[in-house]
């Protein structure tokens, strides 16, 4: 599976923006993604996922403001950011959990495919 992110940029706060993530490989149906941000040495905080059944989960800190989705017809996530906020600012990384659990949340550990990531700086 191969992830690569795009969208990134810089924003004022309070403005919106659309990061992609094509996806490619052997994928499938179900396939469980996510995204999750990095600031610096800190450790990777999980943003939003689609779980194999298509529900979404959210971080507390982006919830109401952040929208995922996919469109698979085009192999692509999406992460819709709107009302963005200086501490929004980070690397986003796209992430995919191949073969394992369908449900795997915002748990980091649980993916297994990631991309390269892509930079948001809001200010």
């Known amino acids: 599976v191969q992830l690569v992110e795009s969208g990134g940029g810089s924003v004022q706060a309070g403005g919106s923006l659309r990061l992609s993530c094509a996806v490619s490989?052997?994928?499938?149906?179900?396939?469980?993604v996510a995204w999750f941000r990095q600031v610096s040495q800190k450790s990777r905080e999980g943003v939003a996922a689609?779980?194999?059944?298509?529900?979404?989960l959210y971080g507390d800190s982006v919830k109401g403001r952040f929208s995922i989705s996919r469109d698979d017809s085009k192999g692509t996530l999406y992460l819709y950011m709107k009302n963005l906020k200086s501490e929004d600012t980070a690397m986003y990384y796209c992430?995919?959990?191949?073969?394992?659990?369908?449900?795997?949340?915002?748990?980091?550990?649980?993916?297994?495919?990631w991309g390269q990531g892509t930079q948001v700086t809001v200010s």
């Open positions: 689609l779980d194999g059944d298509g529900y979404a």
């Open positions: 490989g052997r994928t499938y149906p179900g396939l469980p």
């Open positions: 992430a995919a959990s191949y073969g394992g659990s369908r449900y795997p949340g915002l748990r980091e550990s649980q993916y297994n495919y």
